[in-house]
């Protein structure tokens, strides 16, 4: 006898001890993919935040759009908010393959884009104010 067939559970189910703890889970079901933004690629644009408000954030420091939950809105929505990205920088991932990438942001240099909210819009600001050189 399988452990499924123990558990009562078929072996196509999930267990409790079947998840690493990483998987959101959305409506009782779980989520095979997570989405992730490559902010390096990102312009700025705001669409994926203004579609999925759950999801997707404003990155505040460079402007630019970061996930920040993985069960924030319905996945229909979340493909809707990627679909509307003009430069395709935002996917599905799996659930391994996020951890690698966010590994991998730690070590990315990521250049202020100059628009509202990051440091270079802040900086153009406070040359403003002191004047003409």
Same mark, same amino acid.
């Given at each position: 006898?399988?452990?499924?067939?123990?558990?009562?559970?078929?072996?196509?189910?999930?267990?409790?001890?079947? !998840?690493?703890?990483?998987? %959101?889970? @959305?409506?009782?079901? @779980? !989520?095979?993919?997570?989405?992730?933004?490559?902010?390096?690629? /990102?312009?700025? /644009?705001?669409? /994926?935040?203004?579609?999925?408000?759950?999801?997707?954030?404003?990155? %505040?420091?460079?402007?630019?759009? =970061?996930?920040?939950?993985?069960?924030?809105?319905?996945?229909?929505?979340?493909? &809707?908010?990627?679909?509307?990205? %003009?430069?395709? /920088?935002?996917?599905?991932?799996?659930?391994?393959?996020?951890?690698? @990438? &966010?590994?991998?942001?730690?070590?990315?240099?990521?250049?202020?884009?100059?628009?509202?909210?990051? =440091?270079?819009? !802040?900086? =153009? =600001?406070?040359?403003? !104010?002191?004047? %003409?050189?």
């Amino acid at each position: 006898m399988d452990r499924g067939e123990a558990t009562g559970h078929s072996s196509t189910e999930h267990s409790s001890t079947d !998840r690493s703890g990483w998987e %959101p889970e @959305l409506g009782g079901t @779980l !989520r095979q993919n997570a989405v992730y933004v490559d902010e390096s690629t /990102c312009i700025g /644009c705001g669409h /994926c935040a203004y579609v999925a408000r759950n999801t997707f954030a404003m990155e %505040p420091s460079y402007g630019r759009a =970061r996930a920040i939950s993985q069960d924030g809105d319905s996945e229909e929505l979340v493909q &809707e908010a990627i679909d509307t990205c %003009p430069v395709d /920088c935002i996917a599905w991932v799996s659930f391994v393959e996020l951890r690698e @990438l &966010e590994a991998a942001r730690r070590f990315q240099v990521i250049t202020d884009l100059g628009i509202a909210g990051d =440091r270079s819009s !802040r900086a =153009r =600001r406070s040359r403003s !104010r002191r004047g %003409p050189a």
